[in-house]
C-alpha cells in the first residue's frame, strides 16, 4: 500500500512539478498603468502652410517626460514653409531669440546658446518629427517656430503645474 501510494505521489511530482511551460508576465495593475502615463506625456502639435500651430496651449507636470510631435500638415517645402518647435527657458526675450534665428541658417534657424528647453528639427509639408524632455519646473514657458517670420504667428505657451 506505502508502495502504491509513493508511486502515486511521484507520478504527481512528474507531472505537475515538472511542467515546462513558461509562467504567463503578470499584467501591470490599474495604479501602475496610471503611475506610468503620469510619469510620461506624449503630445501632438500639428503646424500648417498658414503658418499656425493648431493648440496655442500645450500641459505637463514638473519633472514629466514628454515626447512631443510636430506633424506639418501642409504641402510647403522646408525651405519655403519650414516649421519646427522650439521650447525656450523662463524670461527669454523671445524678439531677440527669434532674430539672432533668423541669421542661423546653417543651423536650421537654431541660434547658439542654452535659452531652450527642446526644440526639434526644421520640417517641410507631409513630415513629421519629434523631440523628448523632461518638462521644467512649474511656471509658463513660451515655445515658437523659429523660420523667419513665422515666430509672431506660430507661438504658444507650456504650462506646467
Partial sequence: MKIKVSILFICFLVVFGCNDTP?????PTTLEVIEKKA??????LNSNDQMQFDKKVLSASPGQKVTLTLNHTGRG?????????????????VDDFARRA???IDSEYIPEGDEMIAYTTLIGG??????TFEAPSTGIYTFICTFPAHYQLMKGQLIVK
Avoid at 507631409?126 to 523631440?131: D, L, P
Fill in 77 to 93: 517645402n522646408k525651405m519655403i514653409m519650414g516649421h519646427n518647435f522650439v521650447l525656450l527657458k523662463s524670461g527669454i526675450d
Fill in 126 to 131: 507631409g513630415e513629421t518629427t519629434s523631440v
Fill in 102 to 104: 533668423v541669421e542661423a
Fill in 23 to 27: 509562467k504567463k508576465e503578470s499584467k
Fill in 39 to 44: 510619469k510620461e506625456l506624449n503630445l501632438i
